[in-house]
């Protein structure tokens, strides 16, 4: 495989891993939490480290997802307390997780892989450079597979519990009525998000994470009325941004996941102006009908 | 415990943090029964439900169902035989989802977990929304629905539980007449069937056309009974006018 085919593999593979749990992100209107969890995780991945010594224990994977849960309790336990709100409770916690992974990195590991530009922008660049191989045959780079994995996990969740997410999202007392309980689902997938974000990490970096978990959803959800439709149009946006993305970086030769996350946010940019359904043009174009409705209406009655 | 007496509340005291919200509520209703909750706004008629439901936890005091045997179970166990109606505005409408899968929902219950609908659970749902006035509206979004619509969808979705009582909280709020006609035709089928219905009530108005049983809440119970001999001016008033001496208040 060339270098670029496998740098299209892999930010594919990331975009759609992200973008997958992002849908229920964006119908339960939690989207910053999964921005908080993704800065959290670091502390998780600086903590882990310091207890196995090793940038590549999966240690470090396991430990900066049970800080993405952690982050989701703390923000949650702050809310419910009622003296602060979501967003607030999200300033609160994330802020702090992060400086003081930060502070750890610079006071005992500056010497480490684990700076902190790599951690917000992340380098795709690279990604092809750390590779796995078995028994001295190279099997392509660790962060295909590491992605792929998770990406099959977020797939086969969404597939086996899709009635549970939907019904959770949509009406969580009567969810909770019939006996599922909300709570599960929710830290189920929390859980998801964190790892996903781990994953995510090395290549593309946290701030473009909630690119590719909120902007491919959110024009989902943006062209059409079923959740079905929505997650495969997400899907589909999502291969776009990445490949698209991709061949733009190499062409103006600059960072891949910047680019993706630039191509991102404009294709999320186009359909929330020119979406058929919902879209600002349409709104306009349908209070402009309205308006000549009313007036033809007050022509006839005076 | 009285035979008759489908759900059984005893002695349940509901408080949020240090304010007490229900206080020492012990009622009866009746099975094949509509029953009225009414009281004023902050009154405890939304958390007595939710409580009858498992969804707030009580600080004392228990709620009991009778099933088909006659024996005294917990929600937990009977959860599938009762059908929830939450208020209306409790979801988000926009919600990229038909009307036909929201009416499919109530089967979820009898699926379990993992289960996908089946044929026969798509028939029903298919027959409720045929029952509540709006087979039409099978593939609309739901946020093209209007108010009575949407209380319709919910009914419909409750329907296709097949439950054994029906606790509905505000069904007629902000519904159209058509709406409210409907509704209740098919709650009145559901009481003549023999299933137990409470719904949380604000038009007095209309209590004594529609109801069998009241039941008076203000924190604690005013007064609770058969509609035409409960349902009174003196009562209204004390239920309406109380002062709420317990805690703060709003």
């Known amino acids: 495989m060339s270098m670029i085919t496998e740098i299209t593999l892999i930010a594919v593979v990331v975009a759609v891993a992200c973008a997958l749990p992002g849908v229920f992100l964006v119908l339960r209107g939690v989207t910053m939490v999964s921005d908080a969890i993704t800065h959290t995780v670091l502390l998780g991945i600086v903590l882990a480290f310091f207890i196995t010594q090793d940038l590549n224990s999966p240690l470090l994977m396991i430990g900066a997802t049970l800080v993405g849960v952690a982050t989701v309790w703390l923000i949650e336990t702050i809310q419910r307390s009622a003296l602060v709100s979501t967003d607030a409770a999200i300033g609160i916690v994330f802020p702090l997780f992060f400086s003081i992974a930060i502070i750890l990195i610079t006071l005992y590991a500056g010497d480490v892989h684990l700076d902190e530009d790599a951690v917000l922008m992340g380098d795709l660049a690279f990604a092809p450079f750390r590779r796995v191989d078995v028994f001295g045959l190279d099997m392509g780079p660790q962060s295909l597979w590491v992605m792929s994995v998770i990406l099959v996990m977020n797939a086969l969740f969404i597939f086996f519990f899709y009635k549970e997410l939907k019904i959770t999202t949509f009406d969580p007392a009567f969810a909770a009525a019939l006996g599922f309980t909300p709570m599960i689902i929710h830290y189920a997938l929390m859980t998801l998000v964190s790892l996903t974000a781990v994953g995510a990490y090395d290549s593309v970096g946290s701030i473009l994470i909630v690119g590719f978990m909120v902007g491919p959803a959110l024009s989902g959800y943006l062209l059409t009325h079923s959740l079905k439709k929505m997650i495969s149009i997400t899907v589909l946006i999502a291969v776009v941004n990445s490949v698209s993305g991709v061949q733009l970086a190499f062409f103006f030769d600059t960072t891949i996941a910047g680019m993706i996350a630039v191509v991102t946010g404009f294709t999320t940019l186009l359909v929330l102006v020119f979406s058929p359904r919902k879209g600002l043009y349409k709104q306009q174009l349908n209070q402009k009908r309205a308006r000549k409705l009313l007036d033809k209406r007050i022509k006839t009655l005076t | ?250």
């Open chain 2, 1 to 250: 415990m009285k035979k008759e007496s489908a759900i059984q509340i005893d002695k349940l005291t509901v408080a949020y943090e240090a304010q007490p919200v229900l206080l020492n509520i012990s009622l009866a209703f009746k099975k094949g029964k509509m029953t009225a909750i009414v009281g004023p706004n902050g009154a405890g008629k939304s958390t007595m439900i939710k409580a009858m439901l498992g969804l707030v936890e009580p600080v004392t005091g228990e709620v009991v169902y009778q099933d088909v045997d006659q024996e005294a179970v917990s929600y937990k166990e009977l959860k599938n035989r009762i059908a929830y109606v939450p208020q209306n505005t409790s979801v988000d409408w926009d919600f990229p989802t038909t009307v036909r899968d929201v009416v499919l929902m109530g089967r979820y219950g009898h699926l379990g977990w993992f289960k996908r609908p089946k044929n026969k659970d798509r028939e029903i749902a298919r027959q409720m929304l045929l029952k509540v006035g709006l087979p039409s509206f099978a593939s609309r979004q739901i946020s093209q629905l209007s108010g009575g619509q949407r209380q319709r969808v919910f009914l419909a979705r409750a329907l296709a539980q097949e439950a054994d009582v029906y606790i509905m909280d505000e069904p007629l709020a902000g519904v159209d007449m058509k709406t409210e006609h409907i509704i209740m035709k098919l709650l009145k089928q559901l009481v003549a069937e023999g299933k137990t219905v409470l719904v949380v009530h604000h038009d007095l108005q209309t209590v004594e056309e529609y109801f069998d049983d009241i039941v008076f809440i203000n924190q604690e119970v005013i007064a609770a009974g058969p509609v035409d001999e409960t349902f009174d001016k003196q009562t209204v008033k004390k239920t309406y006018h109380r002062d709420r001496n317990l805690g703060e208040g709003e």
